[in-house]
C-alpha cells in the first residue's frame, strides 16, 4: 500500500537554528510531491511541490525541499528559522495516475523557540 | 478569488439530526476533496469529485453522502451519525490533473452529540 513516512513527529528549534524534516514515500511510479504547513488557527496552505525537472525546489518563507528519486524522500530544509515557522508541516504524495489520490504523512509539529 | 470557502465553520448536531457542509470554490478548479481530519492527524482522504464527477470513495460509511452541483460547489450530506465522526471537516480544490496542488478552505468544525 501507498505510504508516507514523516521521520520526526515533535522538533523544537531556537531561531537561527537550520531545519531539516524528513519525508520517505513508499511508491515505485512517478509522484508529484508537496509539503503544506498548517499555522496555528490558519488552514492548511502549500509551501512548496516538485512534478519533474530540477529535485531542489524552493517554496515560499526560503524554504526548500530535495528529491531523492532513489531514496524515495523529499526533505524539507530552512537554513535559519524564525519563531513565525512555528507550525505543523505535512509532507504528501500523489502517485501521477491522473486519479487526484494524495496521502498525507503523519505530520510533524514544530516549535520555534524566540 | 483564490478562496476556498466552507460553511459552516461550526456544527453541532445530534446522532439523529440531518446537515449538511458546503464548500465553494470560484478558482476553476476541476478537481474538489473532502477531507476528515481528526486533533493532532493528517487529513484522510473521503471524496474526490473530478469533473463533477465522483472519482474516489475512500470506503466512506454511508452516512456521509457527498454531492457535486456545479463545478464550484460541493457538499456533504450528513446523517445519522456517530459521535466518533466529531473532528474538523476539510474542503480543497485543485487546478486539474497537470498540478495536483490544492487549495484548501478553512475547515468546517462538527461535534456530534
Known amino acids: 500500500a501507498q505510504s508516507v513516512s514523516q521521520h520526526n513527529h515533535h522538533v523544537i528549534l531556537s531561531e537561527a537554528a537550520s531545519l531539516e524534516l524528513g519525508c520517505n514515500y513508499s511508491?515505485?511510479?512517478?509522484?508529484?510531491l508537496f509539503w503544506y504547513v498548517q499555522y496555528p488557527g490558519q488552514h492548511l496552505q502549500l509551501l512548496l511541490k516538485?512534478?519533474?525537472?530540477?529535485?531542489l525546489v524552493k517554496g515560499i518563507k526560503g524554504f526548500e525541499a530535495e528529491f531523492i528519486k532513489s531514496k524515495f524522500s523529499f526533505n524539507l530544509r530552512k537554513p535559519s528559522v524564525q519563531w513565525s515557522d512555528t507550525a505543523e508541516y505535512f509532507c504528501?504524495?500523489?502517485?501521477?495516475?491522473?486519479?487526484?489520490?494524495?496521502?498525507f504523512g503523519a505530520g510533524t509539529r514544530l516549535f520555534v523557540k524566540a | 478569488d483564490t478562496e476556498v470557502t466552507q460553511t459552516p465553520k461550526h456544527l453541532v448536531m445530534g446522532m439523529t439530526n440531518k446537515k449538511s457542509l458546503k464548500c465553494e470554490q470560484h478558482m476553476g478548479h476541476r478537481a474538489m476533496y473532502w477531507y476528515k481530519q481528526k486533533a493532532k492527524k493528517p487529513p484522510e482522504l473521503m471524496f474526490v469529485?473530478?469533473?463533477?464527477?465522483?472519482?474516489i470513495n475512500e470506503s466512506v460509511p454511508s452516512r456521509f453522502s457527498p454531492e457535486c452541483p456545479n463545478s464550484s460547489l460541493l457538499n456533504l450530506h450528513l446523517h445519522a451519525l456517530q459521535p466518533e465522526d466529531s473532528a474538523l471537516y476539510l474542503c480543497a480544490s485543485c487546478p486539474s490533473a497537470d498540478s495536483y496542488e490544492q487549495y484548501f478552505g478553512p475547515g468546517t468544525r462538527l461535534t456530534v452529540t
Open positions: 511508491y515505485g511510479g512517478t509522484v508529484n
Open positions: 504528501a504524495v500523489t502517485p501521477n495516475t491522473g486519479g487526484f489520490k494524495t496521502i
Open positions: 516538485y512534478f519533474s525537472g530540477d529535485p
Open positions: 469529485y473530478s469533473y463533477e464527477k465522483l472519482s
